[in-house]
């Protein structure tokens, strides 16, 4: 995808976000259903001999010599089986088996909203991504493999089955008052099985390594889906841990301290990441009509401003370990100050 627009409630576009601004090769967005990123990345597996998928397995504790982590225990359809790892990664998301085995407390929070999420046969192709805000009000479009058209659209958690209760003409209507272009795809809606459930969660731990052990992804630190950066900070983890692990194969060193190299290289995006994501629900999820204001003039002010915009999209790419914003830049979005610079653009995917 190239081109997302941000919408008043109603329709009103306030701003398009074109990755096109961005150098090769990240002047895309990829945008996957979770199924089909799963499949492929289990086919991509398969092909290698030195993997082994196991299915329907579940870890069920750790291995130690001392402190040391040495492997693992699991319980599947062939019953316990020991499985001996010089390094254990824990990629087992927000309620991570391998994070609790290491007894590594975690700051678990669930915000007060989830998502229902559908996908669509579009009788239409939707060709760009629509994300629509008003109070307490978040609808997003996406396009999806072929004709389809992925949809979100916030609730308060546990609320599903309320929704349904009301029925399926009832959130229709509620969806062709937010986005009235798209009440033709709408009707597309015609069984509950079209839909499902996404809670969101945040993770905080003090630390993401143990002798033996890393923790990476969800596990590790879980973010609200606002950031767009949850299974992309996953894969950026095992990039960095395999430029870490062949050293430390290659010393036997597999302790804490040189395991923490790992962390001390990725948590400070992450970090950013996590509070970005939280300043975004505040403002994007809000019913306070002030906060509302605030955040429609900001994204208006990102039509008309090139430097903040590409700001803000060089970070929603994964580019940029500071946030999109100083402390002037955000009075600049606000409107209170001019911004001289307003026509500038980076070249190039900066770090600052």
Known sequence: MRVFHFCCA???????IDY???????NRAIVTLPNVAHHAIVAAVQQHKNATLRYGTSVTGLLREGRQVVGLSTHGPDGTT???????VGADGAFSKVREALKI?????LYPDGYLIAILESEEPVSESSYYVGHKTILGIFPATGNKAYLFYMIPKDSMEAVKQRGIAALQEQWSQIAPQFSRLFRCLRDWSQTAYMPTGRVRTPTWVAD?????????HAMNPHASQGRMQAMVHAMALSDLLPACLADQDYSVARLKEFER????????LQQLADQQVFYWNTDNPVVAFLRDRVFQTLDRNARLRYQVLSTTAGLRTMPPFSSIDRVIAAEFLPDIRAHERSSHSTSS
């Open 10 to 16: 109603g329709g009103t576009r306030l701003c398009s």
């Open 20 to 26: 096109g601004d961005l150098p090769p090769p990240y």
């Open 82 to 88: 020991t499985i001996r790892a010089k390094i254990v």
């Open 105 to 109: 407390p975690a700051d678990l929070y």
């Open 212 to 220: 033996g052990a890393v923790l990476i992804g969800d596990a590790a």
């Open 265 to 272: 290289v990725r948590r400070p995006q992450v970090t950013m």
